[in-house]
Each structure stands twice: as structure tokens, then as C-alpha cells.
């Protein structure tokens, strides 16, 4: 059975650090690309990052480049998402998605595989 699954969220006041995980299994994830994509009330999904499974390149979106780091750990089938000096706005349910073919920040993108999301609040 393929499964992503996402921890690691939580309440943090701005400013904050959080360690993001994505655990794959039910497919040999080392080969797809693995991104993190967030979608906040009432707004669209956005993406965030994404790490390919090749060389490990790594892809951000602008709002979050300097401030998020994504990361991966093959042996263990975890993708890891560094959240720092985070903001209010970065506020939302956090998913992770593996796909086969493309390593994308663009959130019309469907991939093959999603998880149910980890919630990040940021609040003072």
C-alpha cells in the first residue's frame, strides 16, 4: 500500500523553527521526486519545495527561499522540510506529494502520490 505520510507540524510564535517529515513506503521512493506544497484557509495549494531523486536538486518557491530547506534521507524513505524564521503567513496544512516523471514548486501540478498534510500554525 503506498502511503505518505507527513509530521512535524504544530504551533510555533513567528520567528520559530519546525522540522517537517514525509515517510514513503508501499514504492521505492529513492526514485521519484518529492515535493511540499501548503494550502492555507481559504486559499489556493501553493507549492514550496521540491527535491529531485537524482543529484538532489532542490527547488523553492520565492516566498519561502533563504527560510526553508528540503532535504532527503534515501535510507530511510524521509523527505525532511526545514521551516525557519517563519512568519504568520506561512500558516497552513503542509502536504507532501512524490511523483515520477517532474520536480515542480508549481502547485497545478498533480502528483502521483499525496499524503494527508501536517498543520503549521504561526502565532503570537
Known amino acids: 500500500q503506498v502511503q505518505l505520510v507527513e509530521s512535524g507540524g504544530g504551533f510555533v510564535q513567528p520567528g520559530g523553527s519546525l522540522r517537517l517529515s514525509c515517510v514513503a513506503s508501499?514504492?521505492?521512493?529513492?526514485?521519484?521526486?518529492i515535493g511540499w506544497f501548503r494550502q492555507a484557509p481559504g486559499k489556493e495549494r501553493e507549492g514550496v519545495a521540491c527535491?529531485?531523486?537524482?543529484?538532489?536538486?532542490?527547488y523553492y518557491a520565492d516566498s519561502v527561499k533563504g527560510r526553508f530547506t528540503i532535504s532527503r534521507d534515501n535510507a530511510k524513505n524521509t523527505v525532511y522540510l526545514q521551516l525557519n524564521s517563519l512568519r504568520p503567513e506561512d500558516t497552513a496544512v503542509y502536504y507532501c506529494?512524490?511523483?515520477?516523471?517532474?520536480?515542480?514548486?508549481?502547485?497545478?501540478?498533480?502528483?502521483?502520490?499525496w499524503g494527508k498534510g501536517t498543520l503549521v500554525t504561526v502565532s503570537s
Open positions: 506529494g512524490a511523483d515520477p516523471i517532474l520536480c515542480t514548486v508549481d502547485a497545478t501540478y498533480v502528483m502521483d502520490y
Open positions: 527535491i529531485s531523486p537524482s543529484d538532489g536538486s532542490t
Open positions: 508501499g514504492f521505492t521512493s529513492n526514485y521519484y521526486a
